[in-house]
Nanobody, 120 residues
Framework: QVQLQESGPGLVKPSQTLSLTCTVSGGSITTSYHYWTWIRQPPEKGLEWMGAIGNSGSSHYSPALKSRTSISSDTSKNQFTLQLTSVTPEDTAVYYC????????????WGQGTQVTVSS
């Protein structure tokens, strides 16, 4: 059973960089046909896809966030990390990491989510 767990600070000041890590257990982030994804949900809004990284290390980003987003992976730790620069209160959200199965076209495993608040 694959499990994902987000970790990182729950409070970030405006203009700083938000950094979250997703630790994967029960499966390797180097397997084919999977994209390791970051998704967020602001208060009272829908889910927003932020970006993803594949098993080869190739990454893809939402056009709306591309200039501020970076996703990287550490295969030795079986983790992938999100960095979002120059945060504002509009970046306050629950942040999820998830695995996308590109063969079945679905997100089959999710972390529980972590609340991040941007406030001074």
């Amino acid at each position: 059973q694959v499990q994902l767990q987000e970790s990182g600070p729950g409070l970030v000041k405006p203009s700083q960089t938000l950094s979250l890590t997703c630790t994967v257990s029960g499966g390797s982030i180097t397997t084919s046909y999977h994209y390791w994804t970051w998704i967020r949900q602001p208060p009272e809004k829908g889910l927003e896809w932020m970006g993803a990284i594949g098993n080869s290390g190739s990454s893809h980003y939402s056009p709306a966030l591309k200039s501020r987003t970076s996703i990287s992976s550490d295969t030795s730790k079986n983790q992938f990390t999100l960095q979002l620069t120059s945060v504002t209160p509009e970046d306050t959200a629950v942040y999820y990491c998830a695995r996308r199965d590109t063969g079945r076209y679905l997100y089959d495993y999710w972390g529980q989510g972590t609340q991040v608040t941007v406030s001074s």
